[in-house]
Every structure is written in C-alpha cells, then in structure tokens.
C-alpha cells in the first residue's frame, strides 16, 4: 500500500479515434506515479446489460450479458498481467458483500457522470468512491478496476421504440442514456484505496460489427480499445 495519500491535482482529457471509436479517457496528473506504485489491482465483477426490443417488448439476454461480463473480466486481466501487474478477480463474501455492492452503485453513478470531469466548473471536485481501503487491505490489494456497460439490440423488423427503449435502460442508466439507435455504451475506471478515481476510459457508439457485447473476440476487442490509453 502506498504511504502516503493520493492528491488530485490535475484533471486531463484525451480524445482519439482508433477503429471508428472513440473513447473518451480521463486521468490525473499524478495518475501515472500512483499506478506505477500499484503491484497489485483487484477486479470487480463487470456488469454488462445486452437488451433486445422486438415486437414483443424488452428483454434483458441474460446468458449473453453474463458472458459478456465474463469476457470483459478476463480481457482486463490478460491486459493488467501483460503491464506487470498482479491480479485478483474479487468475489464478494459475507463480509464484503454489502460494502461491495454500495460501491459498485458509487462507481455505475460516476460512470454516468464522467462527463461533468471531462469539463470541470467552478473547480468541481474529482470523482471518488469514498475510502474503499478497507475493501483493498481485505484483499490485498492497492487499487480496483471496475466496469460497466449496456447495448441495445433491435430485431430487424422491429423499429427502434423510443417507449421500448426508456424502458429498457432508463431506470439502470438515466433519461441522458437513451439510445436513438442501436447503442454500445461502456466504461472502465481505476480507484486507489481513497476511492479516488484516477483513470477512466468511456465510449458511447453505434453497436459495431466488430467491437460489442454479443460476440466473445468482438468483446475482447470493444475492452482493449477501452483500455488503449491507459498510462503504462
């Protein structure tokens, strides 16, 4: 665990297209002295929500959203190993299950915030979790990945309803994520042990033919596209 706190002093964005996408990265100054201190980075399980409309209404493709969950964890794995770093996927128990849970719900919120940090006002506090070093001394390790995501399917014939869509992802995901179109949306964070985002990578696309949730190697790519500027 590194000694001392960890200061946020400087917020910048980068934007680049690679493959027709164009994620959105956030990270601090400091970013890049605080994970170089880091040796170990604990997973949390990806939440990752496949919708489809259709005539008959809104489904969530359970089987495919868990799979696609799946993918993702591992991809940001073999990612995190091949920069040296030691990973743990981390599974909520008895103890950690319900500060786990809170957190996650912390980090879906700011998630679906970033944007309000891409372009502070007024000198607005970074995003953070609160400490969460409790959760990082339980497991060992000095800092945690998380990530979340949803697309939106459409059968052919069916047109794209605006009423099936808000039913599908606004209560999980606010009015602003409404898609017009078939929508990819994702977003991986690192925290330190304050809680302290310190790096973040969103995309907000048309579902590719080659990076989305309902194929395993389109998930992999979709995530290390997430993952391409991440400083180191």
């Given at each position: 665990?590194?000694?001392?706190?960890?200061?946020?002093?400087?917020?910048?964005?980068v934007l680049?297209l690679a493959?027709?996408?164009?994620?959105?990265h956030?990270s601090t100054?400091?970013?890049?002295e605080y994970?170089?201190?880091?040796?170990t980075?604990g997973?949390?399980?990806?939440?990752?929500k496949?919708?489809e409309?259709s005539?008959?209404?809104?489904a969530?493709m359970?089987?495919?959203?868990?799979?696609?969950?799946?993918?993702s964890?591992?991809?940001?794995?073999?990612?995190?190993?091949s920069?040296r770093?030691?990973?743990?996927?981390i599974?909520?128990?008895l103890?950690?299950m319900?500060e786990?849970?809170?957190?996650?719900?912390l980090?879906?919120a700011?998630?679906?915030?970033?944007q309000?940090?891409?372009?502070?006002m007024?000198n607005?506090?970074?995003p953070s979790?609160?400490?969460i070093e409790?959760?990082?001394?339980?497991?060992g390790?000095e800092?945690f990945?998380?990530?979340d995501?949803?697309?939106?399917?459409k059968e052919?014939?069916?047109?794209l309803?605006?009423?099936?869509?808000?039913?599908?992802?606004?209560t999980?995901?606010g009015?602003?994520?409404?898609?017009?179109?078939?929508?990819s949306?994702a977003?991986v964070?690192?925290a330190?042990?304050n809680?302290?985002i310190?790096?973040?990578?969103?995309?907000?696309e048309?579902v590719?033919?080659r990076?989305?949730?309902?194929?395993?190697?389109?998930t992999?790519?979709l995530?290390?596209?997430l993952?391409?500027?991440?400083p180191r």
């Amino acid at each position: 665990m590194p000694a001392r706190a960890f200061k946020i002093s400087f917020i910048a964005v980068v934007l680049f297209l690679a493959c027709g996408c164009a994620p959105a990265h956030y990270s601090t100054r400091d970013a890049l002295e605080y994970i170089d201190a880091v040796k170990t980075i604990g997973i949390i399980q990806p939440d990752i929500k496949v919708f489809e409309l259709s005539e008959d209404g809104v489904a969530v493709m359970a089987g495919i959203s868990e799979a696609a969950a799946k993918s993702s964890a591992e991809e940001i794995a073999v990612f995190l190993k091949s920069r040296r770093f030691k990973v743990k996927l981390i599974e909520p128990n008895l103890k950690t299950m319900k500060e786990l849970k809170e957190v996650r719900a912390l980090s879906k919120a700011v998630h679906k915030n970033l944007q309000e940090f891409w372009n502070p006002m007024n000198n607005a506090a970074p995003p953070s979790l609160g400490s969460i070093e409790a959760l990082a001394d339980h497991y060992g390790v000095e800092a945690f990945v998380f990530m979340d995501g949803f697309e939106v399917h459409k059968e052919e014939k069916t047109p794209l309803s605006k009423t099936l869509a808000t039913l599908a992802v606004g209560t999980l995901y606010g009015p602003g994520a409404l898609p017009k179109q078939n929508r990819s949306r994702a977003c991986v964070s690192m925290a330190d042990y304050n809680g302290a985002i310190i790096w973040a990578s969103f995309r907000d696309e048309a579902v590719s033919l080659r990076e989305n949730f309902k194929e395993r190697e389109n998930t992999k790519r979709l995530v290390r596209g997430l993952l391409s500027r991440f400083p180191r």
